[in-house]
């Protein structure tokens, strides 16, 4: 158990529709890290957050938002979803030098019919 | 700009032997960290082992170790005496410490350990 979690495991949705997933980072981790895992794409990294506040953008959809809560949890929404969108998120959380290992959540499964 | 490599969709080994895991990266950033994750069928993405740009030795971690060959780019996971468990997709991936913090990740290899 790294410590992340992250709800729900599962999200079926249709097309069009708007999800809000979370994540909780370890106990004393400031950042966040928001990554969407799929067949043709494999991991891409979309947002990093740090203490409330964006650090890094990544591969994004304007469609996706996301953000960090004074108690230093993340919510990540993907709106107007297609197809296309369905894959695993994970979230993980960690320190921010280039040394610090990132801890993965055990990720969304989010299925768009 | 930031680049991962892993040239070996898949590779096969038989229990009990070594096997090597290539990645090749690229950055003009002098500062940056290397790491590599595993993804058994269960999904979980785990930590295995991580190399500092500026680190002298290679890194050690149990059976897994790290082949840092900093002028050539590459930092290959050499995994020691495989397991039936060590049966996963094995993801090499990059941070650069300085003017971002973004980490990317290679496409990925599956690595099939034979009884």
């Known amino acids: 158990d790294s410590g992340v979690t992250q709800t729900p495991k599962h999200l079926i949705t249709a097309t069009g529709q708007r999800v809000t997933l979370r994540c909780s980072p370890r106990s004393g981790d400031l950042s966040v890290y928001w990554y969407q895992q799929s067949l043709d794409q494999g991991l891409q990294f979309l947002i990093q957050?740090?203490?409330?506040?964006?650090?890094a953008k990544g591969n994004i959809l304007e469609r996706f938002s996301a953000q960090q809560f004074p108690d230093l949890h993340s919510e990540l929404n993907l709106s107007s979803l297609e197809l296309g969108d369905s894959a695993l998120y994970f979230c993980a959380s960690g320190g921010l030098a280039a040394g610090d290992e990132q801890f993965f959540g055990p990720g969304t499964r989010l299925t768009v019919l | 700009a930031q680049k991962i490599t892993q040239t070996q969709p898949g590779m096969f080994v038989q229990e009990k032997e070594a096997v090597t895991l290539d990645c090749t990266y690229d950055t003009s950033d002098p500062s940056y960290g290397l790491f590599w994750y595993k993804q058994p069928s269960s999904g979980e993405m785990i930590f295995l082992i991580y190399q500092g740009s500026y680190d002298q030795q290679n890194a050690t971690e149990g059976r897994y170790s790290l082949n840092f060959q900093k002028a050539r780019k590459s930092a290959n996971l050499v995994i020691s005496a495989s397991q039936l468990g060590d049966s996963a997709m094995y993801f090499c991936?990059?941070?650069?410490?300085?003017?971002?913090?973004?980490?990317?990740f290679g496409a990925g290899t599956r690595l099939f350990v034979k009884a």
């Open positions: 991936a990059m941070r650069e410490g300085t003017g971002g913090f973004k980490t990317i």
């Open positions: 957050y740090y203490n409330g506040e964006e650090r």
